[in-house]
């Protein structure tokens, strides 16, 4: 046999030989890709928990997880078409928060999960069938407004006990269950609303100037994500209008805001939602995921500020405080 004839055979049986472990290798694993739909501008305090949700999962951006981020940047018309790039992407899971995100997430794709980071009466806004079983391709964390905002209304009346006049401020573009569940509780109390419609920043400065003209005095500020991306500049017009005021999160406290009655987790929803986020990578089922309530609140007192507006806290709501900021 010939040198030639003896190479081609060495390599005909080197080829058969590689041909099963070639058919048994396993291609490499896709990165998945998180979307992310955000409402503001960047940065938000929310995807640095969740991101750290994820780390501590074992999750490493850019080589085991990617992430995908479209910013409205408070121009909530924007939202389908954003929506819409990051399914077209497609990314493997979608996070977004409040009822505008949301519904254009579940309005752009009813086949890739989406987890709700923190909604409110998820509900009551059909993005669900039920909180323990969602059912469809909504999951998440939701916190019943509705539960709180008469809680809201007793507590400014016990710093205010003979206000009979309160302005609301209500996210129109927000759940209407937590208004009438106040206007409820504001029959109880003998207490007459001023309900000031909002639906975005733009409308803030007219919104407490109406609120002065009704001699307004107190202010429930209703829960939503407009709201608390602006609590800053709520809590600064608060101020500006000497109006004693109410809110969900403690950053509205933190902010210079009077007082605050909410989920006892500034970052409720996020950090948790990275436990949501992986299951559903490994292929759980969003519909077999339950939805998530908040089980601890925390009452936050700003008692530099009630000095400031020349309020007398009542001791006994001192001592009920979980935080009295200095």
Same mark, same amino acid.
């Given at each position: ?10 390599t ?10 070639? *058919? &048994? ?38 080589q ?10 408070f ?20 996070? *977004?928060y ?41 999951t ?5 407004t ?16 003979? =206000? ?5 401020l ?10 009438? *569940? ?33 001699? =307004?005095?107190?202010?429930? +500020? ?9 609590a ?13 005021? +109410?809110?969900?999160n403690?950053?509205?406290a933190?902010?210079? &805001?009077?007082? *605050?009655y ?20 490994? &292929? ?43």
């Open positions: 046999m010939g040198y030639s004839t003896l190479g081609c055979l060495v005909l049986i080197l080829s058969l030989l590689a041909v099963p472990f070639a *058919t &048994g290798a396993q291609p490499l694993a896709k990165m998945p890709r998180v979307g992310i739909l955000a409402l503001g501008s960047p940065p938000y305090q929310g995807f640095d928990e969740l991101r750290h949700g994820l780390r501590e999962l074992g999750y490493i951006e850019g085991t997880i990617a992430f995908e981020i479209r910013w409205a940047e121009n909530f018309e924007r939202l389908p078409a954003l929506a819409a790039e990051l399914v077209h992407l497609p990314v493997d899971v979608l996070v *977004t409040g009822p505008q995100g949301v519904r254009a997430a579940k309005d752009a794709t009813n086949t890739i999960p989406i987890v709700m980071a923190r909604m409110d009466d998820a509900e009551e806004h059909g993005f669900v069938a039920s909180l323990a079983r969602p059912g469809g391709n909504v998440g964390f939701s916190m019943q509705a539960d709180l905002s008469g809680k809201w209304l007793a507590l400014l009346k016990e710093v205010l006990p003979r =206000a009979s006049r309160v302005a609301v209500w996210d129109a573009m927000g759940t209407v269950n937590q208004l009438r *569940t106040l206007e409820h509780a504001a029959r109880t109390m003998d207490v007459q609303l001023h309900v000031l419609e909002v639906r975005n920043r733009s409308d803030f400065d007219s919104a407490f100037d109406a609120a002065k003209t009704a001699e =307004a005095e107190g202010l429930v +500020i209703l829960g939503s994500p407009l709201m608390i991306l602006s800053a500049r709520l809590a600064e017009l608060a101020a500006q209008h000497r109006l004693p005021a +109410i809110y969900s403690r950053r509205f933190e902010a210079g &805001g009077l007082m *605050t909410g989920a006892s987790d500034p970052s409720w929803g996020w950090r948790r939602a990275a436990v949501y986020v992986d299951k559903l990578l490994k &292929g759980t089922k969003p519909a077999d995921l339950p939805v998530e309530r908040p089980t601890k609140f925390e009452l936050v007192i700003n008692l530099k500020t009630a000095q400031a507006m020349g309020l007398t806290m009542p001791p006994t709501l001192l001592f009920q405080a979980d935080e009295v900021l200095r």
